[in-house]
T-cell receptor
Framework: EAQVTQNPRYLITVTGKKLTVTCSQNMNHEYMSWYRQDPGLGLRQIYYSMNVEVTDKGDVPEGYKVSRKEKRNFPLILESPSPNQTSLYFC???????????FGSGTRLTVV | DQQVKQNSPSLSVQEGRISILNCDYTNSMFDYFLWYKKYPAEGPTFLISISSIKDKNEDGRFTVFLNKSAKHLSLHIVPSQPGDSAVYFCAASGGATDSWGKLQFGAGTQVVVTP
């Protein structure tokens, strides 16, 4: 089944403890992206990648890192999480030039 | 500052009637617009799109209308069904050479279809 898989689905962590949210897709998509969803703000882009080793900042990249060493994987790294990063995170992928992104099911992150 | 705005956070409609969702944008360079639908505990799924060279696009029960002069688009769902109860996000792209990968989303509208 064609899908974008995010792990974990839920995560509660403490301020400052490094964490990684994984994202993997099995559709051979070149494009991958991370979004966060907050009430009243919709989906805001954090980082995106057009292909392996090619990443770029979205609208809210502060406090996040990404890497794209393989085509299928695009992990989101929070090196020192803070409470304002408490949010619902989505990974998405698509072929370059197509807008019908496939989204993962989301990761609910709480930083206390 | 949000460039895509959905000013109605919620909409309640009776089954069988029309649902009209509205979206306004501020960037006149946007040239491609989309609607995504999201159920609880799932990621958004692509619903329908429209290019700025058109003013209407239809797909079954879903029609998107674009009014470029007013910087406004709307999604019509006719007839509304209980399975349409979801959050609907408006999104837009364009305005820069690298804009393809930078979809801008609105805040979403929660639609509830009642029997």
């Amino acid at each position: 089944e064609a899908q974008v898989t995010q792990n974990p689905r839920y995560l509660i962590t403490v301020t400052g403890k490094k964490l990684t949210v994984t994202c993997s897709q099995n559709m051979n998509h070149e494009y991958m992206s991370w979004y966060r969803q907050d009430p009243g703000l919709g989906l805001r882009q954090i980082y995106y990648s057009m292909n392996v080793e090619v990443t770029d900042k979205g609208d809210v990249p502060e406090g996040y890192k990404v890497s794209r060493k393989e085509k299928r994987n695009f992990p989101l790294i929070l090196e020192s999480p803070s409470p304002n990063q408490t949010s619902l995170y989505f990974c998405a992928s698509s072929f370059v030039g197509t807008y019908g992104y496939t989204f993962g099911s989301g990761t609910r992150l709480t930083v206390v | 500052d949000q460039q895509v705005k959905q000013n109605s956070p919620s909409l309640s409609v009776q089954e069988g009637r029309i649902s009209i969702l509205n979206c306004d944008y501020t960037n006149s360079m946007f040239d491609y617009f989309l609607w995504y639908k999201k159920y609880p505990a799932e990621g958004p799924t692509f619903l329908i799109s429209i290019s700025s060279i058109k003013d209407k696009n239809e797909d079954g029960r879903f029609t998107v209308f674009l009014n470029k002069s007013a910087k406004h688009l709307s999604l019509h769902i006719v007839p509304s069904q209980p399975g349409d109860s979801a959050v609907y996000f408006c999104a837009a792209s364009g305005g820069a050479t690298d804009s393809w990968g930078k979809l801008q989303f609105g805040a979403g509208t929660q639609v509830v279809v009642t029997p």
